[in-house]
């Protein structure tokens, strides 16, 4: 099973194994992590800053970024502060 930690200030998400206590992946954005969610399938990691408007997609499987994603009708100054992630 995993668990995660978020390093807000340092760019990294870490996901651990809690079954061997090993680090499975190091994610990188190129901001601040502020916020984070799970599918519900639990494949699928969306990350962002909250005064950002850009959305990180991750497959939780492999550690790989499977897209960026800017959201241009944010106003300037609000920034997200929800991701719904389906699939």
Do not use: M
């Not at 962002?48 to 939780?60: A, F, R």
């Not at 959201?71 to 719904?84: A, H, P």
Request: proline residues 1%; hydrophobic residues 45%; charged residues 15%.
């Amino acid at each position: 099973s995993l668990a995660i930690t978020k390093a807000t200030f340092d760019e990294t998400i870490i996901l651990i194994d809690l079954d061997t206590n090993q680090i499975i992946h190091e994610l990188e954005h190129e901001n601040s992590v502020g916020n984070i969610v799970f599918s519900p399938n639990g494949e699928l990691l969306a990350s962002w800053w909250g005064g950002g408007n850009e959305v990180y997609l991750w497959d939780i499987n492999n550690g790989d970024l499977l897209q960026r994603l800017w959201l241009d009708n944010i106003s300037q100054g609000y920034g997200l502060n929800r991701v719904v992630l389906c699939a």
